[in-house]
């Protein structure tokens, strides 16, 4: 059973529902999932500024902190303006095609950008992030440079844009089932076990035949 994911590593709800999705699919080991690009901020529109709230002082409203939280994840100051996420979404495409860890590397992202404010439109930091799941980062490197995955990353935007029916991230697709946004991790599990239901009812109906 396939989940297919539309998400942006700037967002923040993304972010959290990546953490919410890693608890409620620990229950569903037969669910593989099928990550899909939606970058938010495509090349060339300008980069926003994270700014704290002027009444508070503070980037991240509570609750979504605590909701953070509540699955291990930290909000803090990201990288400052917004970056480009296309070069990210490459490196996704390279671990892919290398059927590396594609979760892990997604993971190590989201937190470069929401935990540590690291800059991932940069190839350097972005091979450091390869390194740590195994690929090959002589390669990786050499790859994103070159620019082996615009075309991927492209073919991927295409889809997600104009063939998807998706206008807002996180969303979430299963057997005919469709949820967005920061859903939580009660909803997600389920979603995710309606999800299951409608799989195996789909399994049990045969088509008819003439006798």
Partial sequence: MKLHVYFDYTCPFCYLGIGQLKLAAASFPEIEIAWHPFELLPKPMARPTHDPDPETG?????????????????????????PYT??????????VAQ???????????????????RDISDIDILTDIASDI????????????????????QKALKHAYFESGVEEVPTYKIAGLRVSGAVGLE???????????????????KPETDE
Avoid: I
């Fill in 99 to 117: 059927e590396g860890d594609v979760r892990a590397y997604n993971e190590r992202v989201f937190r470069a950008h929401f935990e540590r404010g």
């Fill in 187 to 205: 909803t997600m599990e389920k979603f995710l076990g309606d999800g299951l239901k409608n799989e195996q009812r789909s399994e049990t109906v």
């Fill in 86 to 95: 296309d070069k990210a979404f490459q490196g996704m495409h390279f671990v």
């Fill in 134 to 153: 195994g690929v090959d980062a002589y390669a990786f490197n050499g790859l994103m440079k070159e620019g082996r995955y615009c075309g991927a990353q």
């Fill in 58 to 82: 503070e980037l991240w409203a509570p609750a979504l902190v605590a909701e953070a939280e509540k699955v291990g994840l930290l909000l803090r100051r990201p990288f400052s303006p917004a």
